[in-house]
């Protein structure tokens, strides 16, 4: 089975400054999806930023950006210029690429406060 | 076009009472997926749908959960005899046909307070 672990329940970060979300995953797969979705008090996930497996050029997304390390299973999320609209519960998720059903596993969260 | 939307936002029942949420998701999507989202448990699949089974493929297999599509784009999750433990918020997530980005977009959710 696959399990999705983010070690840090909470972080926070100055506005403007860099932070970076851990996680890792364990899988057997070789080929799949992982995305971090941030999820503000309205409690919608939003998608940040996806990564397919087999490219092993990390995504990016305007100030948001990965750290995708296949072979260590690790897959961080670096924000950059920190707003305070970034504050949020960020997950990290794994999906298996299937033509569809294949379900989302999520890490436990790790929630972002952003200082003034 | 809209989201997926979910309703009530909040419910409160009394402990034995059935429940049920709707999920109204994106025109064209054909997978519907209900999530149980708690603090101590994070969030784990109930079951999904695919559009042409109006009944649930189970994640989580329980007697008292189960899912049906009425409609294609619509998917009521029924919990009957709620317990203590079913308060969560429960999240609906659909994918499109085709589904090459992997991409789940999810509803706001409906809170569920069991007294």
């Avoid at chain 1, 932070?19 to 309205?42: A, G, H």
């Avoid at chain 2, 997978?31 to 493929?57: F, N």
Wanted: hydrophobic share 30%; with cysteine.
């Amino acid at each position: 089975a696959q399990t999705v672990t983010q070690s840090q329940p909470e972080m926070s970060v100055q506005e403007a400054e860099t932070v970076t979300l851990s996680c890792t995953y364990d899988t057997s797969e070789s080929d799949y999806y992982l995305f971090w979705y941030k999820q503000p008090p309205s409690r919608q996930m939003i998608l940040v930023i996806r990564q397919e497996a087999y490219k092993q050029q990390n995504a990016t997304e305007n100030r948001f950006s990965v750290n995708f390390q296949k072979a260590a299973k690790s897959f961080s999320l670096k924000i950059s210029d920190s707003q305070l609209g970034d504050a949020a519960m960020y997950f990290c998720a794994y999906r298996r690429r299937e033509t569809s059903g294949s379900r989302l596993t999520f890490g436990e969260g790790t929630q972002l406060t952003v200082n003034p | 076009g809209a989201g997926v939307s979910q309703s009530p936002r909040y419910k409160v029942a009394k402990r034995g009472r059935d429940v049920a949420l709707r999920c109204d998701s994106i025109s064209g999507h054909v997978t519907l997926y209900w999530y149980r989202q708690t603090l101590g448990q994070g969030s784990e699949v109930l079951t999904y749908s695919q559009s042409d089974a109006q009944r649930d493929k189970s994640g989580r297999p329980s007697g008292r959960f189960s899912a049906e599509r009425p409609e294609r784009s619509v998917s009521t999750l029924k919990i009957q005899r709620t317990e203590q433990g079913d308060s969560a918020v429960y999240l609906c997530a659909s994918s499109p046909r085709g589904d090459n980005t992997g991409e789940l977009f999810f509803g706001e959710g409906s809170r569920l307070t069991v007294l």
